[in-house]
């Protein structure tokens, strides 16, 4: 089972860290990723981290401010976000999948046969 939580209500340019607690599953044997949906629009990949924790790729509209990070001894993965903007507003979902390679960064929702049930973030202008 995968939990974000995190979400919430900021102003354009300001910071969020958005959490992802695994239960029941060791985090370190999946690679893990971030996804958001925006109403109207299809689920996009934000971020992802390789099951190895060595590897991270992330979307060309959030490269630089958001950063996708691991703690195994949490068993959690966290998505730091700044300088949001309200384009950033969505419903974030927390995803893990095994791949065969350690070091593969999965970006396609396909890809990912677990998932959360989201947290809400909204960015005011």
């Known amino acids: 089972k995968l939990v974000e939580s995190g979400g919430g209500l900021m102003p354009a340019g300001g910071s969020l860290r958005l959490s992802c607690a695994a239960s029941g599953r060791t985090i370190s044997n999946y690679a893990t990723g971030w996804f958001r949906q925006a109403p109207g629009k299809e689920r996009e990949f934000v971020s992802a981290i390789s099951r190895s924790g060595g590897n991270t790729n992330a979307a060309s509209s959030v490269k630089g401010r958001f950063t996708i990070s691991r703690d195994n001894a949490k068993n959690t993965v966290y998505l730091q976000m700044n300088t949001l903007e309200p384009e950033d507003t969505a419903v974030y979902y927390c995803?893990?999948?095994?791949?065969?390679?350690?070091?593969?960064?999965?970006?396609?929702?396909?890809?990912?046969?677990?998932w959360g049930q989201g947290t809400q973030v909204t960015v005011s202008s």
């Open positions: 995803a893990a999948t095994m791949p065969g390679s350690s070091t593969v960064v999965p970006t396609r929702p396909s890809t990912y046969t677990y």
